[in-house]
């Protein structure tokens, strides 16, 4: 069973599923009290919890400099302290945050900006260069984002980073932002067995692209839990785009949604996590989910599916009839 993946036209080769590093962050704060983070973390379990990924087979993490205002990328760095020869790093920049205040301070697109954000995520990861380096701005004017293309080229000329990308949902973005730089070689999407983005996957697999699938649990609605999230949650005061929950539930609606497909995604013993992680892996040979984990259990089943691999044909095909015509359109 193969369980590895081409970054893309880097031609990186990465662990089917990747470890999205979001919610070890801790948390983070928005204008007017809205969580940007997934509420209080223990660091020495997040440590651990990296450790356990590694041991599964991960060798992909990614992070973010905002994370935490940047303490996501602190905790990789201490867990990755000899072993980071072992991995492929991928963070982001384009949002500015305050690490003193755990505050989200705005965004910021230059690209005097993105040099300097690089060597603070170097330094908070402990390392001399970046595999993957994200722009975090999902709707970013086109124009704006390729005037960072040749700032982005020079960096890897420099060996500060190996490929960069674009964290967008807009395939037209991502096009775009392909054609302009032959290191572009990901895009990060929205992508679930509830929310599928199938115009961005064909753009991917047109300019030979990785597609990093971020929300690959939709938010952990598809792990089954049922745990209140708290205020200091992004899921407890969720924004417009997080349809998945509310008022830190999950949503009735979507609820229901996963009930209908948990017998297909389970039929052949999976957990409900490793079946919708499993689907990513059967939807398209660019796929390369990255669900967070914030313990050694949750690291320990999202990535036994690696072992597990894409969910079989006939599951597959069944949870496309059931969900046929339901999926919402992308957010973008």
Known sequence: MTTTRKLGRSGIEVSAIGMGCWAIGGPLWGDGGQPFGWG???????????????????TLFDTASNYGAGHSE???????????????????FGNRSDEATRRWIGTDPA???AVRSLDESLRRLGTDHVDLFQLHLNDLPVP???????????????????????????????????????????????????????????????HDLAALNRG????GLLTGAQRTAGR????????EW???????RPTPE??????????????????????????????????????????????????????????PAQAYAEVERLLADLRPTPVV
């Not at 200091?232 to 924004?239: I, Q, S």
């Not at 919708?276 to 939807?283: I, N, P, T, V």
């Open 40 to 58: 209080e973390v223990d660091d020495d379990e997040s440590v651990r919890t990296i450790h356990a990924a590694i041991d599964a087979g991960v």
């Open 74 to 92: 602190r905790i990789l760095g201490r867990a990755l302290a000899g072993r980071r020869d072992r991995v492929v790093l991928a963070t982001k």
């Open 111 to 113: 690209p005097a900006y």
């Open 144 to 206: 704006v984002a390729l005037d960072l293309v040749d700032t982005l080229e020079g960096l890897v000329t420099e060996g500060k980073i190996r490929a960069y990308g674009w964290s967008t949902d807009h395939p037209d973005s991502a096009e775009a932002f392909a054609k302009a730089g032959p290191h572009c070689t990901a895009i990060q999407h929205d992508q679930s067995v509830l929310a599928d983005n199938a115009a961005m996957l064909a753009v991917c697999e047109a």
């Open 216 to 219: 690959p649990l939709a938010m």
């Open 232 to 239: 200091d949650d992004v899921r407890g005061v969720a924004p």
């Open 242 to 248: 997080l349809v998945w929950f509310t008022d830190g």
């Open 254 to 311: 979507w609820a229901a949604r996963v009930e209908q497909i948990r017998a297909a995604l389970t039929a052949d013993g999976r957990t409900l996590a490793q079946g919708a992680l499993g689907w990513l892996l059967a939807r398209s040979p660019r796929t390369i989910p990255i669900p967070g984990a914030r313990t050694v259990a949750q690291a320990e089943e999202n990535f036994a599916t690696l072992t597990l691999g894409p969910l």
